[in-house]
């Protein structure tokens, strides 16, 4: 509610600065107005619907705001007249369909004020204002009915006659966008209107302000064809066809771009007849090669079959090429609203032609490529001056090659290597010129981004010197420094005027003059990273590689160093790697968010649909497999370990044995009593720690299969057994500690009773039945007691 308060208090102020405000102080106010009204767009967008007495105060108040900007329409004064404009076209931008619908009236003042004798200014708004009036009425069929049906055929008229007589160059340019505008949408209106459309339009199209011949001999005068107009003209001219009766637009438009064509080749004919071509037309062209005597000057004066006006001069025929090689891009380049036949070979032939005359070189005579052909009825200064106009015929119908590949995208690629080599053909002869170098580069780029993948090395070799050329427009040069001249011998060299200064301090400041012309400096720098990403890799040369992995450092391109980083030199011999720019790119534009995610790429490896859900099972089965055989192995060691703990127990305890019987002394016989209390002591301790006190098996119990049976003896029902006094006893004392329930048992050597020398007394007892016949030694009990005894 505060807001409709808020527009209402805008809108009363805005109708009573109008009324209040004396018609000649309007326009300094109209500014004020305008921006005031973006304020009131609910009010002026919102239907008025009668009711309460707020919505009543509304529409008297939107009511009484549209009146008077009607009454100014009417006005007398033009100062009135302008302020309605401005106003209305303000109005209508931010009113939407609810000021639209009844816009009727304001469509009638002004088409009236096109009919009065007002200023320019007036008028180019007023054409401004009723074309946005007619486009936005294009969604309403409606009001399109109501409004634009019935206002149209006037409004055309109106205008028509507006640039009949001697036009400014701005309401020229404005109806014709007007023109531009409305033609495609309503075509059947204009239809009527093509009888006065074609001639205007054949003086636009394709000026020639240099012509010789009379200015009264022009519809229009040259000096009201600016290169806006003329541009408007062609693309105006371009859509005429729309207007052809139903089912007729597509011949037509094929029909107005065969003559465009001839008329190039028309003039052509004129212009290149200082030099002999070497082109010759296809089946389809019609070229007259003049055989007989030429004329002193180069004029055009017979009709064309798009009745374009008559030029002389050399001048005026290169300015005719130009504007019609511009007619074609527009067709290239500019919509239709039916399919259509384009004939791409005669596109081509006549580019071909127009590239086939290049400037020759002075100081290659001898060279093919500039071996031209002079004319010798045509004199020298006529052929300097095609020399002087050929850069720019060549630029445009660079154009022409940019909006073709444009417009047919990959299916140009047929066309790519004749392409190419006439480029390079061309750039060889006129690199010097600003323009020409531009045109290749953005042409190239096209080119490049569409097949240079498939290009040979043969192609890419012949591209070196272009590309060589664009690094150097990149790169700053330093200016050149004059040599001051010194004596020689002692005497001074001849007196000549000098220029005082060059005495001056030089400045060392690095430019570059190519870099005033903005076209080409953006342009090289497009086509650098296209060169990195587009030119397989294997086929630049080491030398030219590295001019353009410099050129992108010293720059600070950060395309061209990305393309240079994902598109790195083959290997070089031996297998060695070829070096990168990667690490003087991450200290120049480490900040940059594309650099950083080259540098550190942290993207894990994404599955999707099946696959994923394949792996997904394989990874498990493979989990469930690993893990069955984990446990396999971990049953298998653990049996081994036990066994082989077994083995190495014995294996040592045997070891150790007879080590003791060869190097130890005979013992006391005390030592041998005090050692069989030990090992009685020894195996009662172990019978009482139990199972879980340690993994061996107490070394006390008798093995049945020992090769000599063990002795015992009655005393308190316990085993005793005999050690010789030469075997010296070695047990391990178990070691008890307060705080531990735990004790460790270190393996005990057995000492089991043993046959000595003949000279040692065998033991009072001695078990029956021995299975050793060997009679030098005795029993050796080693290692632990097997599972039967134990038990």
Known sequence: MASTASEMAALRAITFRLSSTSTSQLPQHAPAIATLLSSCRTLLSSPQIS???????????????????STLLQDRSIQGRWTAIVLVKATLEIGGWETLQKSLPWVRGLLGILSKPDPPSSKKLCIITLTRIFVLTREYPTLVREITTPSLPSFVQSCLQTISSKPSADILRVVLESFNQLLPRHPTIFRSY????????????????????????????????????????????????????????????????????SSVHQAADKVYRAVVEDWKPNAGAAVKINGRTLDDEVLDLDASDMSLPPWS???????????????????????TSNGVCLRAAAIMDLLTRIFSVTIPSSSATKDIQNSVKFNSQVSQVERENLWAILPYIHATAI??????????????SIFDIAILDQLVWLFGSEKQSIQIRTAVYLVVTRILEFSGR????????????????????????????PISQSKTNGTSQQQSSTNADTFLTTSTDVKNPSALYIGLKQAAHDF????????????????????????????????????????????????????????????????EQDVEALLRPRMPIITIGAKRSELDDADEMEDEDEEANRNEDEEANSE????????????????EELDTILETAAVSKETSVDQRTADVSIGRDNHDQGPGASNKRPQLEEDSTSYVKRMKTDMDNQEAIAVPPIIPATTAIPS????????TVLPAIVATPILASQTTAFPATVAEGSDNEDDDFGELVLGQDTDEESE
Not at 63 to 68: A, D, I, P
């Open 51 to 69: 009711g309460s007495k707020s919505a009543s105060e509304t529409s008297v108040a939107v009511h009484k705001y549209r009146t008077l900007i």
């Open 399 to 412: 154009e022409v090659l940019i909006a073709f590949t444009d417009r047919f995208e990959e299916t140009v």
């Open 640 to 655: 081994a370990e036990a066994i082989g703990d077994i083995e190495m127990e014995e294996e040592r305890f045997v070891g």
């Open 454 to 481: 498939a290009l040979s090395k043969a192609t890419v070799d012949q591209l070196a010197k272009l590309i060589r050329t664009c690094c150097d427009d990149l790169l700053p040069q330093a200016q050149a420094v």
């Open 528 to 591: 650098l990273p296209v060169l990195f990403a587009n030119i397989p890799a294997q086929h630049l040369s080491d030398s030219l590689r590295t001019k353009m992995d410099r050129t992108a450092i010293l720059v600070q391109h950060k395309d061209a160093m990305i393309a240079s980083v994902l598109n790195p030199p083959p290997t070089k011999k031996f297998g060695k790697p070829a070096a990168s720019i990667l690490p003087l790119m991450a200290r120049s534009i480490s900040g």
């Open 313 to 335: 001069g050399l001048y005026a025929g290169g300015e005719r090429i130009i504007g019609l090689l511009r007619l074609i891009k527009e067709f290239l380049a500019t919509p």
């Open 736 to 743: 008890h500690t307060e705080n531990s329930n735990q004790h």
């Open 194 to 261: 093509l009888k006065q459309l074609q001639p205007l339009l054949a003086e636009l199209v394709a000026p020639t302000p240099s012509t010789k011949l009379g200015r009264e001999q022009l519809l229009v005068p040259s000096s009201c064809v600016s290169l806006d107009v003329s541009e408007s003209a062609q693309r105006l001219f371009v859509q005429l066809p729309c207007c052809a009766t139903k089912g007729a637009s597509s011949e037509e438009w094929e029909k107005a771009l065969k003559s465009s064509i």
